[in-house]
């Protein structure tokens, strides 16, 4: 369980060095994020399922943090952070942090955070060595439970595929194989909408079949003609 590991890191690495808060940062496709994981002294403001949004975080820094840069900044004030990360910062209560990369399989997935709140602090080696060792050690777990969870995942579909087959066997009318086809298929990819589309000899054709979410229009017996369609995608 992902929440799992980052729980016990934040945990771990906040009684470690003795800061009064180390958070996990996860990214997101476009690059905004939210704290998914808290260790907190009492007193201090939290940061818990904060969303940030930072425009001005370049693509090379992106970079570099997914190849591994540590970033040790003994007093925030002294940094060229944008005015929405210093706004941030300061509302937690921020003197000085230290920011390793979590990566997993090549990819970077967020960030652990350690806030040091009472004052400035100048990071030690030892320090920093710990920090990278225990992010090295959550993006490999996290690699492992990736890999759990997609093994599960392609089991799970292989038996809702297995059903589909089934169910298609024992029907006896075309109209109640096409009726298990999409009611399986839309059930196993968890879609809003399956159907069946049958060409005619002009290649336009007809949605036959349809399993469809609540509140969502229906096509069932829709006729759709695309000319562009024959040229396009039939050899």
């Known amino acids: 369980d992902s929440q799992f590991l980052f729980d016990q890191a934040v945990t771990e690495a906040k009684k470690q060095l003795g800061v009064e808060r180390v958070v996990i940062y996860g990214f997101e496709p476009d690059l905004s994020g939210c704290i998914v994981a808290e260790a907190v002294d009492p007193g201090w403001p939290r940061a818990l399922a ?3 949004s930072d425009p001005c975080i370049p693509g090379k820094l992106l970079d570099e943090y ?3 840069r540590v970033v040790p900044t003994s007093d925030i004030r002294a940094t060229n952070y944008s005015a929405a ?32 709140c009472s004052g400035n602090r100048v990071w030690q080696d030892t320090e920093i060595q710990f920090l990278q060792q225990l992010a090295t050690q959550v993006g490999l777990s996290l690699t492992g439970v990736s890999l759990a969870q997609a093994r599960k995942a392609e089991a799970e579909r292989a038996q809702q595929l297995n059903e589909i087959i089934s169910k298609v066997r024992e029907s006896l009318k075309v109209e109640e194989i096409y009726h298990a086809a999409v009611t399986g298929v839309r059930e196993a990819l968890k879609t809003d909408r399956v159907i ?13 079949a349809e ?15 695309d000319p562009c369609f024959a040229e396009q995608y039939v050899e």
């Open 50 to 52: 904060d969303r940030i």
């Open 66 to 68: 997914r190849r591994g």
């Open 85 to 116: 990360h210093l706004q941030l910062l300061n509302r937690l209560q921020v003197k000085a942090n230290l920011v390793v990369p979590i990566v997993a399989a090549d990819n970077l997935l967020g960030l652990l955070v350690a806030h040091q």
């Open 196 to 208: 069946v589309y049958l060409f005619d000899e002009n290649w336009q054709g007809t949605i036959v």
């Open 211 to 225: 399993s469809v979410g609540s509140g969502w229009p229906k096509a069932l017996g829709a006729n759709i003609a």
